[in-house]
Every structure is written in C-alpha cells, then in structure tokens.
C-alpha cells in the first residue's frame, strides 16, 4: 500500500504527505542556511504568517486562518437575510 505524498517546495522530491509539514519545516531551515537573502512574503490571510515566497503554495493549501475564512464565509452564506425573513 503506498502512502499519499506531495512534492515538497523546496525541490523536485516526494514526502509522505501525513510528515509534510515536519519536513517542510527542515528543508526551510536547509534553505535559509543557503539562502539567507531569500523574498519573503505575508500570507493574504493572516498577516502574521510569513514564509519564502517558494512555500506559497504550500502555505495555502495548509494555512489554518484560510480555512477558518472560507469556512465563515460559507456560514455566511447560509445565513438567513432580512429579505428571506
């Protein structure tokens, strides 16, 4: 049975997808070590959240205040207006 992986943004390699965001974390600190001028950017999302901008896709399909977003927005949506009362 083979594990589920994602291709870490850090290079062309597989990760097991449940240790992504470990590994991650490592390749980061591997990347910054060699690139200490590397761009950093700030999530759309939560401010407080910087990463290399290589990381943005990854960041996004794992951001935590994204998720948190969408969700309200489709709670939001849902909810009953003054015209449907």
Do not use: W
């Amino acid at each position: 049975m083979m594990l589920p992986t994602e291709c870490c943004p850090y290079g062309s390699h597989l990760v097991p997808a449940a240790t992504m965001q470990l590994h991650v974390a490592q390749c980061r600190k591997n990347f910054l070590e060699r690139n200490p001028n590397a761009e950093f950017i700030h999530c759309a999302y939560n401010p407080s959240h910087m990463f290399p901008s290589c990381e943005k896709d990854f960041h996004y399909a794992y951001c935590t205040t994204k998720a948190v977003i969408s969700k309200d927005e489709e709670d939001n949506e849902k909810a009953p207006t003054l015209i449907d009362l």
